[in-house]
């Protein structure tokens, strides 16, 4: 998949500019990470800026995605939006790993929509900032209801104890 912005209009007037908006198909993205899974549309607003030497593209990305909570496991559907940036540079051989190449006029902006996209999303997804999780004891979904375990162990001293009670 290519997401081409044509700079030629910029191309002779530093601090000129030119802005669109893509909507994509987060397949077409080639999006893919477990245990992610990506809707569509992808939308995405984005501005070029002559910058001089370089070229800063910015904009603000809104991507929807499924995953399973990592608490409770529960099926979680979510909208995230965020800002990015990215600097071209048309100069080859430059080894400023933060430019990447315009080629032509064109720079393809689909390698940096899929790279802050998967930057961006949560390492550890939750349904909500305040999930109880999943009893590590019973295995019943916190959230449902308290279950009625103990949160702590028993003490093995107490349980000696209470034993040598009963045989009493
Ligand atoms: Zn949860
Ligand atoms: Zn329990």
Redesign the pocket.
């Known amino acids: 998949m290519t997401l081409r912005v044509n700079i030629h209009a910029i191309r002779q007037n530093k601090a000129s500019e030119i802005k669109g908006i893509f909507t994509t198909d987060a397949r077409e993205l080639e999006l893919s990470s477990e245990p992610f899974f990506f809707c569509s549309p992808v939308e995405c607003t984005w501005m070029v800026t002559n910058a001089g030497d370089f070229y800063v593209l910015e904009g603000e990305l809104s991507v929807c995605y499924q995953v399973q909570c990592s608490r409770c496991l529960q099926e979680v559907k979510a909208r995230h939006a965020f800002p990015f940036s990215q600097q071209f540079c048309r100069n080859q051989g430059t080894d400023l790993e933060e430019f990447l190449p315009v080629r032509g006029d064109e720079i393809d902006i689909a390698p940096v929509l899929r790279e802050h996209i998967l930057l961006n999303v949560p390492v550890k997804p939750l349904c909500t900032s305040k999930c109880k999780g999943i ?1 590590p ?2 295995g ?1 979904d916190k959230n449902q209801g308290d ?3 103990q949160d702590s162990a028993p003490d093995p001293r107490l349980a000696v104890l209470e034993k040598l009670l009963k045989d009493d």
């Open positions: 009893c004891r019973c019943k279950c009625g375990c």
